[in-house]
């Protein structure tokens, strides 16, 4: 074990794991945050940087990635590092014959220096940070966390609105479920007045454990179940598809499916001029394709991209090579 689980950042990144955004203060946020800024342009302008030379980053992924471990991998190679990695762990590793999680772990922290790890059970990154000797970020634990998605969905707010407290967020989808609704309601409660509107089914609302927690932080959640309960001055739009591998069956899955569509008619409806519309992607249905053209529309563009300048962020920062 490297360090204390579910250590605090308190402005020391090296050889933390990153679990989840409790372990972040306001400052440690706007760090990344910062940090991700100043690197952008090497990306942006293909050029290539020598911070991570000689480190070897694993992407261990047990579950299906498309934005998330492309960008980390993307993010690794553009400041010189290297990269193992392993999509399918399930099947394309020793795990198909039965290895456990923590010995799989063992393996893979003595050939690299940095494990990422996306994995189907809630607590799983916990696991692997206790057992690793090496930084482990978990990149989505089931319906857990998924606190890297979450940085890079502030990156996208705060270069709208150049700021991350006294914002309304509308946020929608599968929200008992979602691990990239829950880091992002976690992240915003660590900056002051923001007001979140959680727009779901009833059975879909936030779990009430989670929701005490949250109001106790003085972030004001408001759970609304009706399209003509959303405000129109919100600043900031997050759909989120349902989470269909979180449902006992198919059946149950498909009665939330078509409940909440972002569509051109709805935007009309409730949005304004100066807001904005993120998603953390796939989308399966739950943003119209006929608003992908509006300039508010963010999820195809800027944020996915800002994934991978956030991720640039935390891996100098939790690998020492940026104070
Ligand atoms: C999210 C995830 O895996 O939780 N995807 C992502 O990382 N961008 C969101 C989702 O799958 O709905």
Request: glycine content about 6%; proline content about 3%.
């Amino acid at each position: 074990m490297h360090n204390t689980i579910v250590k605090k950042i308190n402005g020391k990144f090296a050889g933390v794991d990153i679990l989840s955004l409790d372990q972040f203060t306001p400052q440690d946020v706007t760090r990344v945050l910062k940090i991700a800024k100043k690197l952008k342009p090497l990306r942006v302008n293909g050029k290539p940087s020598k911070i991570l030379v000689g480190k070897i980053i694993t992407l261990l992924f047990y579950e299906p990635s498309t934005r998330t471990c492309s960008s980390f991998s993307s993010a690794a190679q553009q400041l010189g590092a290297g990269v193992i990695t392993i999509q399918d762990a399930s099947s394309f590793s020793s795990v198909a014959k039965g290895e456990s999680l923590l010995d799989t772990i063992s393996t893979l922290e003595s050939y690299s220096d940095l494990i990422v790890m996306r994995h189907p059970e809630a607590g799983s990154a916990m696991k692997a940070a206790e057992t690793s000797l090496v930084p482990v970020i978990n990149a989505g634990d089931g319906a857990g966390s998924h606190p890297t998605q979450a940085l890079l969905d502030l990156f996208t707010i705060f270069d709208k609105f150049k700021r991350l407290d006294n914002l309304k967020i509308l946020i929608c989808g599968d929200i008992l479920h979602s691990r990239t609704i829950h880091s992002l309601i976690e992240a915003l409660s660590l900056f002051k007045k923001n007001s979140i509107f959680l727009l779901s089914t009833k059975e879909l609302s936030l779990d009430v454990n989670f929701s005490k927690k949250i109001s106790s932080t003085g972030t004001k959640l408001t759970n609304i179940h009706f399209e003509r309960d959303i405000p129109k001055d919100v600043e900031v739009w997050y759909w989120n598809r349902i989470q269909k591998e979180r449902f006992k069956s198919l059946k149950d899955y498909k009665k939330h499916t078509k409940s909440f569509v972002l569509t051109k008619r709805l935007l009309d409806s409730y949005g304004n001029k100066n807001m904005i519309i993120i998603d953390p992607l796939p989308r399966v249905g739950e943003i119209s394709h006929e608003v992908d053209s509006d300039p508010r529309a963010l999820y195809l563009k800027e944020q996915m991209r800002n994934g991978v300048y956030v991720r640039m962020a935390l891996l100098s920062l939790l690998l020492g090579k940026i104070k």
